[in-house]
């Protein structure tokens, strides 16, 4: 049952790639749309904190339907949204193309987790999920990179033309190779569902999330400035330091299945406390190559088994209702990244681009003794 795995992780790239391309789009669609690059900025907020604000409730009414027809349909949804990026006359229609996919990008992000699950077993939850992780992974390395390649050579109107054209052909690819897999009776219940939220150990599954990834992307947003301004880099070189971040998170995706599957807040303690190395070494290392590569490998390795752990380890905290359960952690996630990129930008205004790194630690400090803290929560024999 590898191939609904693999045309899941494909799927997942263009939905991914879709969230996180406009970011190299900006400058271009800004001067077409005739706005500032920070109004148009706007549009990378409105997708995060849309998918933070309406994702769980809409996982938790979605999760009554067939999951194929379910997918095919967001993939159709991405496939028009991005057409109608491609045609869009003004930022308010831009605006409606990039709402309307935010909406669909934690339903099947969730449900499609929740259905590798079910293909392989719980046992193997982490690993399945690793699977469709590669293509987040790939978006990052490839998708986003090819896709600012693209809207340089062609415009930032055909790299979202591209991205329509390969949503429906995924789309295609899930209707003829998906198989129907049965749904879950408790997933009918919105009631038990929400009812997993009164918790305090989930609730503490989320507020670490929230603490990980504003973490993360207190830094991350600002990772390309930082390549320019500290460490005097040409946009190519950026570029190419950008692309081997995100190669490296192949190998922190790998080793975040295996170590999920163990334990959950163990992994997130012990991946945390390795980024804190990164984080910290960043710009003591600006100026080294070799002292640069070493702190950008291992963040960017530990960043992308962060998203894998933070994910399962909300669906193994919740295995009543894991498809929403881990709705909350996307919700979490985007949250963060929202208040990440926030926290980043005050820091650049008071301290400068420096401080970054240390406040991004900061964050991703407290996550550590958070994880700590909820595994007392379960005892010393916690898994979850």
Known sequence: MLLPILLLAAAGFTVL???????????????????????????????????????????????????????????????????????????????????????????????????????????????????????????TVFGIPVGTLVGDALGWRAAFALLAVLALAKALLLHLYLPRTPRHNQATSLRGQFGILRSRLLQGHVLLSVLVFSGMFTVYTYLADILERLAGFDGARVGWYLMGFGAVGLIGNSLGGRAVDRHPLLASAGFCALMLVGLIALVPSIHSTYGLIGALAIWGATQAALFLVSHVRLIKAAPQAPAFAASLNIAGGNLGIGLGAIIGGRVIDSVGLAGLGYAAAVLIGAAVLLALGLMRMRGPTATS
């Open 17 to 139: 790639t879709t969230e996180f391309v406009i970011v190299g789009l900006l400058p271009g669609i800004a001067r077409d749309l005739a706005v500032s690059v920070p109004q148009a900025g706007l549009l990378v907020t409105l997708f995060a904190f849309t998918v933070a604000c309406f994702g769980p409730f809409l996982t938790a009414w979605c999760a009554r339907f067939e999951r194929k027809r379910l997918f095919v349909g967001i993939l159709l949804l991405f496939a028009a949204c991005n057409a109608l990026a491609a045609i869009a006359p003004n930022i308010y229609v831009m605006g409606l193309a990039r709402l309307l996919p935010a909406l669909g990008l934690p339903v099947f992000w969730s449900l499609a987790s929740e259905t590798a699950v079910d293909i392989v077993g719980p046992a193997y939850a982490g690993r399945a999920i690793s699977k469709i992780s590669f293509g987040v992974v790939c978006a």
